[in-house]
């Protein structure tokens, strides 16, 4: 399967890309006031929060722990122009073409010391400039596949008749301003055209420390518009509760009335616009959260573990978090009866934990 997915980081440059990706993989990436200080994409994995693993931890007592992971890519930022080659633009949309999903960084903050490319802080217009790009990009790729497709329809071939069906829609859509994931297609369907927007997209905006109430509404109502989820993080702040850790991070989190940091409600924003969620394996040698995709069967489930898993999958035992949570051992769970055998059917959930049999 792959994993971790890739999250590709992109936007206008100055938005603050660099500054959260750094925050993200506590990395040291080059964070500037100059367009393009990310040329060659950095990349990083980061753990994905979950607070059950540290039950589980406590419960099995296990050698080791490891969390699910996403691969975060920093990509160079986007000028007006790039599907034409401007800037660095045939580098940009190569690198979004690798990725699985996009986390696009918008700048809400007002800052005099860092320059804005194109003038003053306007959310909507910079949203636009980056979903266009893409667009024309999608644009090129579908009007080539068009014509090559439309000769065979005319033609008789019945393959290439429902195939016209598909771009026709696609091609009407972008030709509107429409990005491809919100023309109502099936993402199955969009697999065949590796479109750029038909890549899930979390939106990202990057506040100061007060943000204004109806700017962050305004933003939130813009991308539940355009078919994507958002959230709203400063950057700066995220930067420094990065640098701190232990008592200090949590002392300083408590202060400002954080749960939980705006980074990491991003790698779990991030994690379910992939369409993924977690299974977990319990041993003493380790507890691990896997990924997997929302509504994989029990042998895909085993296959991230091994593709000998999957291969020779029997059964699976099954519990969920909540029941070992409450119950404290797997031996009591057995006494209720609340551990069950799955078969090849079994569609796993987020939260179970599950134990593969399988034929070597």
């Not at 500054?19 to 040329?39: E, R």
């Not at 409600?265 to 977690?278: D, E, F, H, Q, R």
Request: hydrophobic share 40%; with cysteine.
């Amino acid at each position: 399967m792959g994993f971790p997915m890739e999250i590709g980081i992109v936007g206008l440059p100055n938005v603050g890309k660099s500054t959260i990706f750094n925050a993200l993989t506590s990395g040291n990436a080059a964070a500037s006031n100059y367009p393009f200080t990310t040329i060659e994409p950095n990349v990083g994995v980061v753990g994905v929060p979950d607070p059950r693993l540290a039950r589980l931890t406590e419960l099995a007592k296990p050698k080791k722990t490891i969390p699910a992971s996403c691969r975060f890519v920093d990509i160079a930022g986007l000028v007006k122009g790039a599907a034409s080659g401007e800037g660095l633009g045939n580098k940009f949309l190569a690198n979004i073409r690798e990725v699985d999903a996009i986390l696009h960084m918008v700048r809400l903050f007002k800052d005099p010391d860092v320059i804005h490319t194109m003038g003053g802080v306007d959310f909507k217009r910079d949203i636009d400039v980056i979903e266009t790009e893409l667009m024309l990009a999608d644009l090129e790729s579908i009007s080539k596949q068009y014509d090559k497709v439309s000769g065979k329809a005319k033609s008789g071939d019945k393959a290439a008749r429902e195939q016209m069906v598909v771009l026709d829609t696609l091609k009407g859509g972008l030709e509107a301003g429409k990005p491809a994931r919100a023309l109502g297609l099936e993402p199955k369907v969009l697999q065949d055209f590796a479109l750029l927007t038909a890549k899930p997209v979390l939106y990202v905006g990057n506040t100061d420390e007060s943000p204004d109430a109806a700017t962050l509404a305004e933003f939130a109502a813009f991308t539940k518009a355009r078919g994507s989820e958002s959230v709203v993080i400063c950057g700066k702040l995220e930067s420094e509760i990065a640098q701190l850790s232990g008592e200090d991070r949590e002392m300083f989190m408590k202060e400002l009335g954080m749960k939980q940091s705006g980074l990491e409600t991003v790698i779990v924003g991030a994690y379910k616009t992939l369409g993924l969620c977690s299974y977990f394996t319990v041993g003493v040698e380790e507890v691990r959260a896997w990924t997997i995709h929302v509504g994989d069967k029990a042998p895909q489930a085993a296959g991230v573990i091994h593709t000998d898993f999957e291969k020779g999958f029997i059964k699976a035992d099954i519990y969920g978090y909540g029941d070992i949570d409450k119950l404290g051992s797997e031996a009591a769970l057995r006494e209720k009866g609340l551990i069950r055998s799955e078969g090849k059917e079994y569609t796993v959930k987020d939260g179970d934990v599950c134990h593969f049999k399988f034929a070597n």
